[in-house]
Nanobody
Framework: QVQLVESGGGLVQAGESLRLSCAAS????????MGWFRRAPGKEREFVAA????????YFADGVKGRFTISRDNAKKTVNLQMNSLKPEDTAVYYC?????????????????WGQGTQVTVSS
């Protein structure tokens, strides 16, 4: 079992930044692919970013490329999502996900473990 706890959400104005963190426990963190997904009000959950177990590969949704970065610290068992130049359309609940992927990093079904989510609200 893997337990994931997100932190760092909040209310910001458009153009500002936030850093989300996800702390993992209960499993060998270094073998897990880590991802971030989000769900906006009235919309389906969507992929935001992911990072391979080694940190050598990162993946981003088209809408966040160039604005968001993802990083991990295997010693601390954490993964971070740095979000810059935030837009109102980034408003959503952000979820941390983990898994030893057998499918695409872009699909939520590829991840076996999920956090409870943290709210990010971007005002215009």
């Amino acid at each position: 079992q893997v337990q994931l706890v997100e932190s760092g959400g909040g209310l910001v104005q458009a153009g500002e930044s936030l850093r989300l963190s996800c702390a993992a426990s209960g499993y060998t963190f270094s073998v897990l692919t880590m991802g971030w997904f989000r769900r906006a009000p009235g919309k389906e959950r969507e992929f935001v970013a992911a990072i391979s177990w080694s940190g050598g590969s990162t993946y981003f949704a088209d809408g966040v490329k160039g604005r968001f970065t993802i990083s991990r610290d295997n010693a601390k068992k954490t993964v971070n999502l740095q979000m810059n130049s935030l837009k109102p359309e980034d408003t959503a609940v952000y979820y941390c996900a983990a898994g030893q992927l057998t499918g695409s990093v872009y699909y939520a079904t590829s991840y076996g473990y999920w956090g409870q989510g943290t709210q990010v609200t971007v005002s215009s």
